[in-house]
Nanobody, 125 residues
Framework: QVQLVESGGGSVQAGDSLRLSCVVSGRSFSAASMGWIRQAPGKERELAAAVSWSGGNTYYADSVEGRFTISRDTTKNTVYLQMNNLQPEDTAVYYC??????????????????WGQGTQVTVSS
Protein backbone atom coordinates (compact mmCIF):
# COMPACT_ATOMS: atom_id res chain seq x y z
CA GLN A 1 0.00 0.00 0.00
CA VAL A 2 1.46 3.33 -1.07
CA GLN A 3 1.56 6.06 1.56
CA LEU A 4 2.69 9.65 1.33
CA VAL A 5 2.87 11.43 4.67
CA GLU A 6 3.50 15.16 4.80
CA SER A 7 4.72 17.17 7.75
CA GLY A 8 6.13 20.57 8.52
CA GLY A 9 3.18 22.86 7.96
CA GLY A 10 2.17 25.54 10.40
CA SER A 11 1.26 29.16 11.02
CA VAL A 12 3.97 31.74 10.41
CA GLN A 13 4.45 35.44 9.79
CA ALA A 14 5.21 36.96 6.41
CA GLY A 15 8.91 36.64 5.66
CA ASP A 16 9.35 33.46 7.68
CA SER A 17 10.43 30.06 6.39
CA LEU A 18 9.07 26.54 6.59
CA ARG A 19 10.29 23.21 5.33
CA LEU A 20 7.75 20.61 4.31
CA SER A 21 8.66 16.93 4.23
CA CYS A 22 6.92 14.00 2.57
CA VAL A 23 7.89 10.43 3.34
CA VAL A 24 6.93 7.85 0.73
CA SER A 25 6.43 4.19 1.51
CA GLY A 26 4.98 1.12 -0.16
CA ARG A 27 6.62 1.60 -3.53
CA SER A 28 10.04 2.42 -4.94
CA PHE A 29 10.61 6.12 -4.28
CA SER A 30 13.35 6.29 -6.89
CA ALA A 31 10.83 5.38 -9.60
CA ALA A 32 8.60 8.37 -8.95
CA SER A 33 8.49 11.95 -10.12
CA MET A 34 7.30 14.07 -7.22
CA GLY A 35 5.37 17.26 -6.87
CA TRP A 36 4.09 19.68 -4.28
CA ILE A 37 0.61 20.88 -5.14
CA ARG A 38 -1.21 23.50 -3.14
CA GLN A 39 -4.82 24.55 -2.88
CA ALA A 40 -6.03 27.75 -1.28
CA PRO A 41 -9.66 28.20 -0.21
CA GLY A 42 -11.86 28.92 -3.21
CA LYS A 43 -9.03 28.42 -5.68
CA GLU A 44 -7.96 25.66 -8.02
CA ARG A 45 -5.08 23.36 -7.23
CA GLU A 46 -1.72 24.74 -8.29
CA LEU A 47 1.49 22.87 -8.89
CA ALA A 48 3.96 24.80 -6.76
CA ALA A 49 7.04 22.70 -7.50
CA ALA A 50 8.04 19.39 -9.04
CA VAL A 51 11.16 17.27 -9.28
CA SER A 52 12.09 14.49 -11.66
CA TRP A 53 12.84 10.95 -10.54
CA SER A 54 16.57 11.61 -10.59
CA GLY A 55 16.34 15.01 -8.93
CA GLY A 56 18.11 16.52 -11.90
CA ASN A 57 15.16 18.50 -13.21
CA THR A 58 12.87 20.81 -11.29
CA TYR A 59 9.92 23.05 -11.99
CA TYR A 60 8.59 26.03 -10.05
CA ALA A 61 5.47 28.05 -10.48
CA ASP A 62 6.19 31.70 -11.24
CA SER A 63 4.62 32.65 -7.93
CA VAL A 64 7.21 30.70 -5.92
CA GLU A 65 10.28 30.88 -8.16
CA GLY A 66 13.27 32.11 -6.21
CA ARG A 67 11.63 31.50 -2.82
CA PHE A 68 10.85 27.76 -2.80
CA THR A 69 13.24 24.86 -3.35
CA ILE A 70 12.20 21.27 -3.96
CA SER A 71 14.62 18.43 -3.29
CA ARG A 72 14.60 14.71 -2.70
CA ASP A 73 16.63 12.30 -0.59
CA THR A 74 16.46 8.79 -1.95
CA THR A 75 18.14 7.35 1.15
CA LYS A 76 15.23 8.61 3.23
CA ASN A 77 12.43 8.16 0.67
CA THR A 78 11.62 11.80 1.29
CA VAL A 79 10.87 14.86 -0.80
CA TYR A 80 11.21 18.33 0.70
CA LEU A 81 9.89 21.77 -0.03
CA GLN A 82 11.93 24.56 1.49
CA MET A 83 9.81 27.70 1.55
CA ASN A 84 11.50 31.02 2.26
CA ASN A 85 10.11 34.54 2.47
CA LEU A 86 6.59 33.23 2.84
CA GLN A 87 3.76 35.57 1.94
CA PRO A 88 0.05 35.58 2.82
CA GLU A 89 -0.76 34.42 -0.71
CA ASP A 90 1.17 31.21 0.02
CA THR A 91 -1.54 30.22 2.50
CA ALA A 92 -2.93 26.88 1.34
CA VAL A 93 -3.07 23.17 1.99
CA TYR A 94 0.06 21.64 0.52
CA TYR A 95 -0.09 18.14 -0.90
CA CYS A 96 2.77 15.87 -1.81
CA UNK A 97 2.09 13.71 -4.88
CA UNK A 98 3.82 10.94 -6.81
CA UNK A 99 3.75 9.93 -10.44
CA UNK A 100 5.16 6.45 -10.97
CA UNK A 101 7.20 5.48 -13.99
CA UNK A 102 7.76 9.03 -15.21
CA UNK A 103 11.30 10.28 -15.70
CA UNK A 104 10.71 13.98 -16.17
CA UNK A 105 8.89 16.57 -14.14
CA UNK A 106 5.12 16.18 -14.16
CA UNK A 107 3.36 19.51 -14.61
CA UNK A 108 -0.32 18.66 -14.41
CA UNK A 109 -1.78 17.85 -10.98
CA UNK A 110 -4.22 15.42 -12.59
CA UNK A 111 -1.30 13.29 -13.79
CA UNK A 112 -0.16 12.32 -10.31
CA UNK A 113 -1.08 8.84 -9.12
CA UNK A 114 -0.86 9.05 -5.36
CA TRP A 115 -1.34 11.92 -2.92
CA GLY A 116 -0.68 12.63 0.72
CA GLN A 117 -3.28 13.89 3.14
CA GLY A 118 -2.05 17.48 2.97
CA THR A 119 -0.51 19.88 5.46
CA GLN A 120 -1.81 23.36 6.19
CA VAL A 121 0.42 26.39 5.72
CA THR A 122 -0.94 29.69 7.00
CA VAL A 123 0.97 32.94 6.53
CA SER A 124 -0.20 36.09 8.24
CA SER A 125 0.88 39.62 7.40
Amino acid sequence: QVQLVESGGGSVQAGDSLRLSCVVSGRSFSAASMGWIRQAPGKERELAAAVSWSGGNTYYADSVEGRFTISRDTTKNTVYLQMNNLQPEDTAVYYCAARWGSYGVVLRPTMYDDWGQGTQVTVSS
